[in-house]
Nanobody
Framework: QVQLVESGGGSVQAGGSLGLSCAAS????????MGWFRQAPGKEREGVAA????????EYADSVKGRFTISQDNAKNTLYLQMNSLKPEDTATYYC??????????????????WGQGTQVTVFS
């Protein structure tokens, strides 16, 4: 089992920046892939950014390319998401996730086995 705990959410004006962190504990070797997902009220959970923990390859949703950066510190078992140039449409609950090897698309929630509790990000105009 893997436990994931997010931190760093909050409220920010449009155009501003926020950084999220996700601390992993437990059987962290299970995390072949890790990702950030978000869910706004009345909408489906969507993949924002993800990374293969071994090789470091990343993938981003088109809506955040050039604005968000996913990174990891394997020594600290921590995943990060740096969010710049935030827009009101980025407002959502953001979740950290980890997954075992699978053929599922990297940004699809079905490819993940472990989830954090979520942290709220609100961007106001």
């Amino acid at each position: 089992q893997v436990q994931l705990v997010e931190s760093g959410g909050g409220s920010v004006q449009a155009g501003g920046s926020l950084g999220l962190s996700c601390a992993a504990s437990g059987d962290t070797d299970d995390n072949y892939r890790m990702g950030w997902f978000r869910q706004a009220p009345g909408k489906e959970r969507e993949g924002v950014a993800a990374i293969y923990t071994g090789g470091g390859a990343t993938e981003y949703a088109d809506s955040v390319k050039g604005r968000f950066t996913i990174s990891q510190d394997n020594a600290k078992n921590t995943l990060y998401l740096q969010m710049n140039s935030l827009k009101p449409e980025d407002t959502a609950t953001y979740y950290c996730a980890g997954g075992r090897p699978t053929l599922a698309p990297l940004l699809h929630p079905i490819g993940y086995n472990y989830w954090g509790q979520g942290t709220q990000v609100t961007v106001f105009s």
